[in-house]
């Protein structure tokens, strides 16, 4: 990377930013000014490192490279400059290897290599929903099955993070919070920023050593509590009454619940969109009767309760009218509390650059949360801060924007630290940028489609996860079954087996009833599904001293629990599989991610593997593999320490 380094080219200029937010969705537009490529003059050796000089070619304004490396390896490039007002935007190019795969920008859905694609740094919905939505009726009018995959360079994701990963076991970290833009050529690689950059590389000689490394710079997860191995955790809504109804149903039939999520525990409104929560945090008690009572009672038969919040504010309730009365809410140029419209309502948001604001709202979770003895939540949202909103702080919104989820996911960490509750309690966020893997306990890939399509479907979850667990955070788990519901989608039998059976060979199992729970299967409707239930949280609980062990080789390594193959198979097609995965170093999950499918191809890197299922043995090479629902392509590693417990799972089937 030092050579590379060297030869750097920069080009400097200035322009103007425009945002349109919709419904989180940034419609992103620029005006460039001025661009204007930097003269090198000279290359000045240090003890530690090198200066490269530039300087623009007519004003001569001068700026330095600054590369440095530490006892540790680790190179750091800064760009600096001594009219640092002149210019905001800053494009940065180094030779790159046309060989090499690309991975990482924080979480990508339909691609995981990105050796030849722009990447957009910047945090937001995932999906836009005009577009996604006009696609579905394209396809309803053709006819056509639900194969969506929309071009990648419009993509924009919840988790962006300036962190990149080549398959030559390098990493690339970038230090900064604004809008930028990776652009990963055949032979240069590009970025664009629009502040002073600073970046950090470091090379290793494994990539388990290299998320190490990037470890180090970034931080890293803990451990969970021991109980969320026990089971499944189910959704469940409406109440008391039907959570004792449907724990009573399940786990007659041998399934095993470690959790209730009830995310409408505050309330719940009903909109155009579905079946919604209340952003009023506190315990709803006409909807959960004796709530705090049932707590007690399920935590004492090995189930806890979970709920969910965000950091907006119902502005119909009184939580709402404190925090407007105590300046707490963002604000807009008016001086008026910005209101926000998320599906089909408006809502107003904390402003967390107020210490104020930011204890108060800690206080909520501490109080109505924890205090009400909840086992864990759902911290959504983090990704909507508008670019032209005012903040109590006084900073730039478009300097704070990428950073929110960070912020949001410390104030609930710090919550459960501050109780002394890290044992017993946690919570999963959705968002992020730099600063989240280290705040957050652990992510969800968010709001999957209730489809089998590839970019928004039950197949995007596995590139979301590994470009995930390449930036460094590796400790991730979907919803099951998906959640959004648009149009005439809904969510199918088949389709909701098939993703119970990814997320049993998962750190987390959790199901979702969706934003139309009328409208989609669910995983009680009938006993076909209550059995495959059962059998998938029996295997997902019989996996526990396996998961345990990778979680905590996570916390301590950083070393993720769910892995790309090329991470321990240096093979050409390891490189770009997207389909499958390994968990931990021992097992190899192929999904079954194709609606009618009834098995599929299966890529098995060189190594003797032995089918869960069949116990048949298999080396390296592509092969048909049978896989009816109950039982999916999972195969285990024979040279595994852990392969005399890993093929009792057979047992269970």
């Known amino acids: 990377m030092i050579d590379n380094l060297r030869q750097t080219e920069i080009m400097v200029g200035t322009g103007d930013n425009r945002f349109k937010m919709s419904r989180g969705s940034f419609n992103y537009r620029q005006t460039i000014k001025s661009m204007t490529r930097l003269r090198r003059k000279s290359v000045v050796e240090k003890t530690n490192g090198f200066e490269v000089h530039y300087e623009t070619p007519i004003s001569k304004i001068p700026y330095t490279l600054n590369v440095t490396t530490d006892s540790d390896g680790l190179i750091k490039a800064e760009l600096l400059s001594e009219e640092k007002n002149r210019h905001n935007r800053f494009w940065l190019s180094f030779p790159a290897d046309p060989e090499e795969h690309i991975y990482g920008g924080g979480e990508t859905y339909s691609e995981f290599d990105l050796k030849g694609k722009k990447v957009r740094v910047f945090v937001a919905e995932h999906q836009n929903a005009k577009r996604i939505a006009g696609k579905m009726i394209r396809e309803a009018v053709t006819g056509k099955r639900p194969n969506r995959k929309s071009a990648f360079k419009k993509y924009e994701t919840y988790y962006a993070q300036p962190t990149f990963v080549s398959s030559k076991k390098y990493f690339v970290h970038a230090d900064i919070n604004g809008y930028s833009q990776f652009r990963f050529g055949k032979k240069r690689t590009m970025i664009y920023t629009q502040e002073l950059p600073v970046f950090y590389f470091r090379k290793a000689d494994s990539f388990e050593d290299l998320s190490y490394k990037l470890s180090c710079l970034i931080g890293r997860q803990g451990e969970l509590p021991d109980w969320i191995y026990d089971g499944a955790i189910l959704a469940v809504q409406q109440g008391t009454e039907i959570i004792d109804e449907k724990i009573s149903r399940v786990t007659a039939m041998g399934t095993k619940v470690c959790g209730i999520w009830s995310q409408d525990w505050c309330g719940c409104r ?384």
């Open 270 to 653: 009903k909109t155009g969109f579905g079946y919604q929560v209340m952003w009023n945090w506190e315990w709803d008690r006409e909807l959960y009767k004796d709530l705090d009572v049932k707590i007690r009672e399920w935590k004492e038969k090995g189930i806890r309760f979970l709920g969910y919040i965000n950091p907006f504010m119902a502005i119909e309730k009184d939580l709402y009218k404190y925090a407007s009365e105590h300046g707490y809410c963002v604000k807009d140029k008016k001086g008026k509390d910005y209101l926000v419209t998320i599906t089909t309502f408006p809502a107003a948001m904390i402003d967390f650059t107020n210490p104020e604001a930011y204890e108060w709202y800690k206080e909520i979770i501490k109080k109505n949360m924890i205090g009400l003895g909840m086992g864990g939540w759902m911290a959504d949202f983090g990704e909507y801060l508008p670019m032209d909103c005012v903040l109590h702080s006084g900073e730039d919104p478009e300097y704070v924007h990428n950073r929110w989820p960070a912020i949001w996911a410390k104030l609930n960490r710090e919550a459960v630290e501050e109780c002394g509750v890290g044992d017993e309690v946690f919570f999963f966020t959705r968002a992020g940028h730099t600063g989240t893997v280290s705040a957050s306990m652990m992510m969800w890939t968010g709001d999957q489609h209730v489809d089998w399509s590839v970019d928004d479907g039950l197949p995007s979850v596995i590139p979301a996860t590994l470009s995930l667990a390449m930036c460094g955070f590796g400790v991730t788990h979907s919803d099951v079954g998906g959640y959004t519901t648009i149009m005439k989608m809904r969510r199918s039998k088949e389709l909701l087996m098939r993703w119970e059976e990814m997320n049993a060979f998962s750190p987390l199992f959790r199901s979702h009833e969706g934003n139309q729970p009328a409208n989609n299967v669910q995983f009680d409707d009938d006993e076909e599904l209550i059995r495959q239930l059962s059998r998938m949280s029996r295997i997902h609980t019989e996996l526990k001293p396996y998961l345990k062990k990778l979680v905590k080789e996570n916390a301590e390594r950083a070393i993720p629990v769910i892995r790309p193959l090329f991470y321990h198979y240096d093979e050409e097609k390891a490189f770009t599989e997207k389909t499958e995965y390994l968990l931990g170093r021992d097992l190899l999950v192929a999904p079954v991610l194709t609606q009618g499918a009834s098995g599929r191809k299966v890529y098995l890197p060189d190594d003797r593997w032995v089918h869960l299922f069949s116990g048949k043995e298999y080396g390296g090479g592509e092969f048909e593999i049978d896989a009816p629902i109950g039982k999916p392509p999972v195969f285990i590693r024979k040279e595994s320490p852990d392969f005399a417990d890993l093929i009792e799972l057979q047992m269970i089937i």
